[in-house]
């Protein structure tokens, strides 16, 4: 198999806090792991791609600084939305390589709300 | 930079029937991949298909298959034996090793 999990599913948050969202391989080891989001009816957006170990690649347009996303381990990578607006709110998914794959398996998603 | 047309925002199929989906592709590389992914209501991503651009024969899973045309750019997905379960959005992507992109994604109504 090849599960990707992501915690939390939901959260809600204040505006100015920060909040962390994990995405893990549960069976397997990711080389890679990605992070989109996606807005009501629309498509998925690259945010930005993390390799274990090694600083994450953004896509153009995406703020480093806002989006933190460590990729501490083969299984595990988190992305800390910092001092969130409610423009931050959507739902972002996480998705995961094998090793020497290609094909992309993602999470369940988390629903962001900023209040 | 690498785009992925969905033309169809929606589509309508009646339970038992073929529908197909399109998805044409803009790239200058020789070497990538194609997938279909689902997107049910519950936004869990599921992949459908996949296509390796080297090989010429379509892909096949099941009641879905695709038609790779790789020099007219074009991917498109057929659903055989339409069922209300493939009820979703389908979403056609791209990928390249350094690159992933998906289309807008296509509305697929299954009616009964």
């Known amino acids: 198999g090849a599960v990707v999990s992501q915690h939390p599913s939901r959260v809600i948050c204040k505006s100015g806090t920060s909040v962390k969202i994990e995405c893990r391989s549960l069976?397997?080891?990711?080389?890679?792991m990605f992070w989109y989001r996606q807005f009501p009816k629309q498509s998925l957006m690259l945010m930005a791609t993390?390799?274990?170990?090694?600083?994450?690649?953004?896509e153009q347009g995406v703020e480093k600084d806002k989006f933190l996303i460590n990729h501490a381990s083969l299984t595990l990578s988190t992305l800390t939305v910092t001092s969130a607006h409610p423009e931050d709110s959507s739902f972002y998914i996480c998705?995961?390589?094998?090793?020497?794959?290609?094909?992309?398996?993602f999470g369940p998603g988390t629903r962001l709300t900023v209040t | 930079a690498q785009t992925v047309t969905q033309s169809q925002p929606e589509m309508s199929v009646q339970e038992a029937e073929t529908v197909t989906l399109s998805c044409t592709y803009d790239?200058?590389?020789?070497?990538?991949?194609l997938f279909w992914y689902k997107q049910p209501p519950s936004r869990q991503m599921i992949l459908v298909i996949r296509?390796?651009?080297?090989?010429?024969q379509n892909a096949t899973e099941n009641r879905f298959s695709v038609n790779f045309q790789k020099a007219a750019k074009s991917f498109s997905l057929k659903i055989s034996d339409s069922q209300l379960g493939d009820a979703a959005m389908y979403f056609c992507?791209?990928?390249?090793?350094?690159?992933?992109?998906f289309g807008a994604g296509t509305r697929l109504t299954v009616k009964p």
């Open positions: 296509q390796e651009a080297y090989k010429q």
């Open positions: 992507a791209y990928r390249t090793p350094g690159d992933m992109r």
């Open positions: 790239t200058s590389e020789s070497d990538y991949y």
């Open positions: 998705s995961a390589d094998k090793l020497a794959g290609v094909v992309q398996y």
């Open positions: 993390s390799n274990e170990g090694s600083k994450a690649t953004y």
């Open positions: 069976d397997f080891q990711a080389t890679t």
